[in-house]
């Protein structure tokens, strides 16, 4: 499956046919999850409306953790088999991945001050997710910085597989120590402890992200496929020989 | 409807919430949009001087 896709051509055709499919379960979980969401969902019996934060909020949470899961894979496939594109996928997750990361951060955060009466703590579950929004922008930065490809690929393979350690800490924190963030509520051996009424607008939403991070990892490995076709073609033009008058031979 | 915008007394903690989420993630998304519809041109462009290339005499 994995080798199947490491050809760009076939990525392209595939990605071709994905992306707008991506784009049509996004717009249509929105159009159904924003109104659900932010009106027709009762307010919470504690929280109040304050509650309405929790179909952004958690939905950027699961997506920060699953989308740095597939940095891991696909820097493990990088790493093990070389293929030539699963470096531009988990280059192209990474973006949206420390948004995702960042927005769970700020939510909460606004979330965390009526809620708990304090913007911020430094408890498990708060300090683990700054530390993925660290390693994503860590992670980024090798790409950015590096001159030589090579090396910064190879350097951010191990980033990628290294960083993954924060995930499980991120989701099972509030289990294994005490902490104001409250216990996991949707992922749950026992099934999830929130009432329907406040889960289908919550699911639809996880959906709309996923759909999203879909669409934009196929876009940034198709800008990735096509920067690399453009880099190799001015390579060739570079390298042909010089005519006597000073233009390239055959141009 | 201003009840719904007041959302009981929270709406600076949700409206902000819920605007930073699109903002953030719509620019994201407008970015990609074009950044691969530029280079998908240039990509094309290129193919389009090659072939003129190879056939020319």
């Keep these: ?251 | 409807m201003a009840e719904f915008f007041y959302m009981g007394g929270y709406a600076f903690h949700v409206w902000t919430c819920w605007g930073l989420s699109f903002v953030l993630l719509g620019g994201l998304a407008i970015t990609r949009r074009r950044k691969l519809r530029h280079i998908a041109e240039l990509a094309r462009n290129m193919d389009v001087e090659a072939k003129a290339e190879s056939t020319s005499p």
């Design chain 1, 1 to 251: 499956m994995l080798s199947y896709f490491s050809n760009p051509a076939r990525f392209e055709a595939f990605a071709r046919w994905a992306s707008p499919i991506s784009l049509f379960v996004l717009l249509a979980c929105l159009a159904v999850a924003v109104p659900m969401g932010l009106y027709f969902s009762p307010e919470d019996y504690q929280q109040g409306h304050t509650v309405r934060i929790m179909y952004v909020h958690v939905p950027a949470a699961i997506m920060s953790e699953l989308a740095f899961g597939f940095i891991a894979v696909m820097s493990l496939t990088a790493f093990v088999w070389r293929h030539s594109l699963a470096d531009s996928c988990a280059r192209a997750a990474a973006g949206p991945g420390a948004i995702f990361a960042g927005l769970t951060l700020l939510t909460g955060s606004i979330w965390g001050h009526p809620t708990w009466g304090t913007w911020w703590v430094w408890d498990a579950r708060l300090t683990s997710m700054l530390i993925l929004f660290l390693t994503y922008i860590g992670y980024i930065a090798v790409w950015q910085m590096g001159t030589d490809e090579t090396k910064s690929a190879r350097l951010a393979r191990i980033v990628g597989m290294v960083g993954f350690i924060n995930v499980p800490i991120v989701k099972f924190s509030v289990d294994w120590w005490n902490s104001l963030h409250q216990d996991a509520s949707i992922l749950r051996a026992d099934g999830p402890t929130i009432h329907a009424s406040m889960l289908w607008p919550l699911g639809l939403m996880a959906l709309a992200y996923m759909a999203l991070f879909a669409w934009l990892v196929l876009s940034g490995v198709r800008t990735s496929i096509y920067e690399k076709q453009i880099a190799r073609r001015s390579e060739r033009t570079a390298s042909r020989p010089i005519a006597t008058d000073g233009t390239a031979e055959g141009a």
